[in-house]
């Protein structure tokens, strides 16, 4: 509750050192005017002409829907990758032999590319959300596995030493010792693997189904819409960036403060 209430009362602080993040932006709105002077609206709309694009498809109760669609396969998608990566990685960190099996199949995991996972999966489940929330789990799982088990293999055992020399009960020593130091690794951890689902869960979209953000993406590229298409890539990065910079960026600062 105090984690919480203290969160809530450094968000007006946390919101006001944004201003070099809102001045790149604004550098980027200027460059991408700039290109639209350069190369045309066919190439690269102006940004006012994204914006009121991205506008009228708001007040579209069909792109609502697919939204929607999109946010459920990440959330899934992600859900599950958070659930198993975190669990395995923890479980193996607590283990030398776990640790040192795991390191090939992470290898394999990071190294495959997306789009292999997204042909494979079409094979396997079809033309559906199965392969979507497949392809973003198993390309999230890795990222956040190897998080949980650098957090666990990063111990310090001169504390673990200590408390054992304490006979402090597990729960003290697992809130008071273990978890600050394996969140301070995990939560990264699933910051990075949020932003892996949201550009995956697209991505297969466009290839694999028939709705969600990433086919509404297919339609206009085979139109030439440009516009449509530029709209629903803020839609995608604004969406993302309000989960990392509200929502989750905050949360990560307090995890991390006790490093200062």
């Known amino acids: 509750m105090k984690f919480t209430l203290k969160i809530i009362k450094d968000f007006p602080a946390y919101l006001w050192s944004g201003w070099g993040s809102i001045a790149s932006l604004l550098l980027f709105l200027a460059l991408w005017d700039a290109g ?23 007040q579209d109760p069909k792109v609502i829907v697919e939204i929607n669609t999109t946010l459920y396969r990440a959330s899934i998608g992600f859900g599950l990758s958070l659930l198993f990566g975190s669990t395995l990685g923890l479980l193996a960190g607590f283990f030398v032999t776990a640790s040192m099996m795991s390191r090939p199949i992470v290898t394999f995991l990071v190294g495959m590319p997306p789009i292999a996972w997204i042909v494979l999966a079409m094979i396997w489940f079809g033309m559906g959300d199965e392969t979507v929330i497949f392809t973003v789990l198993v390309a999230s ?3 956040i596995f190897v998080g949980a088990l650098q957090g666990t293999r990063t111990l310090d055992g001169d504390l673990k030493e200590m408390a054992d020399s304490f006979n402090l009960p597990w729960h003290m020593k697992f809130l008071d010792i273990y978890f600050p130091h394996i969140f301070s690794y995990v939560f990264p951890a699933w910051v990075s693997g949020l932003g892996m689902a949201w550009k995956i869960v697209v991505m297969a979209e466009l290839l694999a189904t028939s709705n969600g953000i990433g086919a509404s993406l297919a339609v206009a590229r085979s139109q030439l819409d440009t516009p449509s298409a530029l709209a629903l890539v803020v839609i995608m990065i604004g969406s993302l960036m309000f989960i990392e910079y509200v929502i989750l960026e905050p949360i990560k600062r307090e995890v991390e403060a006790w490093r200062n």
């Open 36 to 58: 639209n002077q350069l190369y045309g609206d066919l190439v690269l709309p102006s940004p006012l002409e994204t914006f009121k694009t991205l506008f009228l498809m708001l």
């Open 141 to 143: 799982f890795p990222i």
